[in-house]
C-alpha cells in the first residue's frame, strides 16, 4: 500500500489545546492506515494583508512550502462561536494567496474536531469545509469524525485511553488514505 505523508493543522493555538491532543493521536495512529503525519504549525504565521502579495513573508512562503509538499492536508479543529477560530482562518488565507498561487488547489483534505460539547465542532466543521471547497481541495465528505472529549480520553502525548475510539479514529485515517488514493489518481 502507498504510504501518503500528510500535514495536519491544527486550528488552536492554546497550551491547553484538546484538539492538539487529538492531532498527536492521529499521528500516532496514523501507520496503521499507511500513512505518515506531520504537524505543520500555524502559531507564526503573520496576520494575512493583500500587502503581504509583492513580498510575501518568510514564515507565510515557509508554510505554503510546506503545505505544497504534502500529498494531502488534515486539518483538526476547534469550534469557535458556531466557526472555525481566527487563527485557522488566517492560515487558510494565508495559503491562498497570492491569486493565482493557491496552495490547496488540487490537494485533498479531511477535516476532523474536538470539544466537550456534544456537537462537537459540527459547525465548525461545516464552515471549514466550504472554505477549502472553495479553495479547490478536494475534501473527504465521509465519514464525518466529531469527537466529544471527556476527561482522559486522550493523553498528553496522545494515547487514546479508550478502545473503541481509537478503533473509530483508524477507521476513519483509513478512509483518509482511500480518499487521497481516489483524489490522486489520474483520470483515465
Ligand atoms: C472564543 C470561544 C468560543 C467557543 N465557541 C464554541 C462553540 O461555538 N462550540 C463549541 O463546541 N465549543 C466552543 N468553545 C469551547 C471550545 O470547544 C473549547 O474551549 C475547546 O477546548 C477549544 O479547543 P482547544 O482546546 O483545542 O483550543 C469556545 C471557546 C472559546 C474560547
Request: net charge negative.
Amino acid at each position: 500500500m502507498t504510504i501518503y505523508n500528510v500535514g495536519y493543522l491544527v486550528g488552536s493555538i492554546s497550551s491547553t489545546s484538546i484538539n492538539r491532543r487529538l492531532a498527536r493521536a492521529l499521528e500516532k495512529l496514523a501507520p496503521q492506515a499507511d500513512l505518515n503525519l506531520s504537524d505543520i504549525a500555524i502559531s507564526d504565521l503573520p496576520f494575512y494583508t493583500v500587502d503581504h502579495d509583492g513580498a510575501i513573508p518568510a514564515e507565510a512562503a515557509a508554510f505554503k512550502d510546506k503545505i505544497e509538499a504534502s500529498d494531502a492536508i488534515i486539518v483538526v479543529t476547534p469550534e469557535y462561536n458556531r466557526s472555525v477560530p481566527g487563527v485557522l482562518k488566517n492560515a487558510l488565507d494565508t495559503a491562498s494567496r497570492p491569486w493565482g498561487d493557491n496552495s490547496f488547489a488540487g490537494k485533498p483534505s479531511a477535516v476532523i474536531g474536538t470539544s466537550s460539547g456534544a456537537i462537537g465542532t459540527a459547525v465548525a466543521q461545516q464552515h471549514l469545509r466550504s472554505i477549502l471547497s472553495f479553495l479547490a481541495s478536494p475534501e473527504m465528505a465521509q465519514p464525518e469524525a466529531y469527537v466529544q472529549m471527556r476527561e482522559g480520553l486522550i493523553t498528553e502525548d496522545g494515547e487514546v485511553t479508550d478502545e473503541s475510539t481509537a478503533e473509530f479514529l483508524v477507521s476513519w485515517l483509513k478512509a483518509v488514505h482511500t480518499h487521497i488514493a481516489k483524489s490522486l489518481s489520474p483520470v483515465s
